[in-house]
């Protein structure tokens, strides 16, 4: 499903100076999970981001963002993270601004992944699971990764930028099993699975 988010002016109506629709500017993607039962370790999910470059948009990220990196020019970074999901509502925020990026990228893949590193856990075994991607107040998807119940990673949203250089928004929930590394590399190939 492909959403299609034009620049509102107030009024709610799709218009800009030019006619043209801008597409989307800064888009957040939030994500929550409820803590670890007592006495567990802690259960720690990151929201990972990888950008691909126009002349191979379906080739290798050009970079990835995650919880300690942010993109070289600051246009995709985490405003807030959490390591243990402790805190109200969605505990974990990237904030891509689109609007900004380089004409020389043309796809952003946005996903999810589960440490590994205090046993195997997949998305079945953590509680309140949920994410949401918002452009100022106005929602533009959310899931409770619950289709992705038996994966450790998933793909959570891709979005691509068309010939006007207007950004769109495709919901892309698709679950991975390895680790956050391997996902990092090849989260913008995750198809089926």
């Known amino acids: ?70 993109s070289p020019d600051g246009t995709i970074n985490m405003s807030r993270h959490s390591e243990t999901g402790v805190g109200l509502g969605f505990v974990e925020v990237m904030v891509l601004e689109l609007d900004r990026l380089a004409s020389s990228y043309a796809r952003v893949v946005v996903g999810v992944a589960i440490h590994q590193d205090r046993g195997a856990l997949t998305f079945g075994d953590i509680r309140n699971a ?4 918002v452009e100022d107040y106005r929602e533009l998807m959310t899931d409770d990764l619950s289709r992705v ?36 590399a090849e989260m913008g190939n995750v198809r089926q699975w």
């Open 1 to 70: 499903m492909w959403i299609r988010v034009p620049y509102a002016l107030g009024s709610g109506e799709a218009t800009s100076v030019s006619g043209v629709s801008r597409g989307l500017a800064k888009v957040q993607v939030k994500l929550r999970w409820d803590p670890s039962p007592w006495g567990e370790p802690p259960r720690h999910l990151d929201i990972m981001a990888a950008t691909y470059s126009a002349e191979n948009p379906r080739g290798r990220p050009v970079y990835v963002v995650h919880t300690e990196s942010r």
């Open 130 to 133: 949920g994410v949401l991607v």
């Open 149 to 184: 119940a038996g994966s450790n990673a998933t793909t959570i949203a891709e979005f691509t930028r068309d010939g006007s250089g207007a950004w769109s928004l495709r919901e892309a929930v698709r679950g991975f099993e390895g680790s956050p590394t391997v996902f990092a």
